[in-house]
């Protein structure tokens, strides 16, 4: 289900891509779990809250795990020993970077996802053809935005029937922890395999042709919305200048 947007398609992605800056920008956790928070009742409200967990769960729960093994336990700036089984040492150092690592991602993907799940396809790639953008990107943009929707949908039949098969997916943390490897890779290979199916679709209707189109979808772009996205545009330049300038090093005594 898709939200009925009052947002211009720009506009919807303008807002989510200067949000994933600036909550990178920003480097604080607090910042990107209410980012994160707010993008999933935001996704509630619109219709797409499990669509946009599901996702992101598929996304997030593996790159959390490497996180935590990477930085949790192999941090070489870590100083406070928690725990050690030979070269492995879970400091607190490195238990805070993942953490603000992965809720500063998490925050991005869910973001970006709630766009995915939300934004109309159509109006998107027609509003990018109005300003003169290369009909491949819209080719592109269009095949992933079609892809994400049924990523819930097919990770929730693998899990099926791996269960038929006899794995065991819904037991305790550990089981699902093991079982984690093997529902990403039929996922991601499936992924691939309808993106190409997909492309060849469209290739074959004349999307990716060069040469002069024709729009037929008019897509209304408020002159209040125009001057909205030149606004978050300016200020995330302006967060991620200051960012860089804080972390410039100082200049030493000549």
């Known amino acids: 289900m898709r939200m009925p947007y009052t947002l211009h398609p720009l506009t919807s992605l303008t807002a989510a891509g200067c949000t994933a800056v600036l909550t990178t920008a920003a480097g604080a956790w607090p910042l990107s779990l209410a980012v994160a928070l707010a993008a999933v009742l935001l996704a509630v409200r619109a219709g797409a809250g499990q669509q946009v967990l599901v996702a992101a769960s598929a996304v997030l729960l593996p790159l959390g795990l490497s996180l935590l093994m990477l930085h949790g336990l192999?941090?070489?700036?870590?100083?406070?020993?928690?725990?050690?089984w030979g070269p492995a040492r879970v400091t607190a150092e490195g238990l805070a970077f993942?953490?603000?690592?992965?809720?500063?991602?998490?925050?991005?993907?869910l973001v970006l996802l709630l766009f995915a799940f939300t934004v109309s396809t159509p109006d998107l790639v027609a509003a990018l053809a109005g300003r003169g953008l290369p009909p491949q990107f819209g080719f592109v943009l269009a095949s992933a935005l079609t892809l994400l929707p049924a990523m819930a949908g097919r990770l929730e039949r693998i899990r099926a029937a791996q269960e038929a098969r006899g794995l065991v997916l819904r037991g305790g943390v550990l089981s699902r922890l093991a079982a984690v490897r093997l529902q990403m890779v039929p996922l991601?290979?499936?992924l691939i395999e309808d993106s190409g199916s997909r492309a060849?679709?469209?290739d074959a209707r004349g999307f990716g042709a060069p040469?002069?189109?024709t729009s037929y979808?008019?897509?209304?772009?408020?002159?209040?919305?125009?001057?909205?996205?030149?606004?978050?545009?300016?200020?995330?330049?302006?967060?991620?200048?200051?960012?860089l300038v804080?972390?410039?090093p100082a200049a030493g005594p000549a």
Request: hydrophobic share 50%; charged share 20%; proline share 6%.
């Open 74 to 84: 192999f941090f070489p700036e870590g100083r406070t020993v928690l725990a050690a």
């Open 98 to 109: 993942a953490w603000e690592s992965a809720t500063r991602t998490g925050a991005c993907v």
């Open 188 to 190: 991601v290979l499936g």
């Open 200 to 202: 060849e679709a469209l």
């Open 211 to 213: 040469g002069p189109r």
């Open 217 to 243: 979808r008019q897509v209304a772009d408020p002159p209040a919305q125009r001057r909205l996205r030149t606004t978050l545009l300016l200020i995330t330049a302006a967060a991620v200048a200051l960012r």
């Open 246 to 248: 804080a972390s410039w």
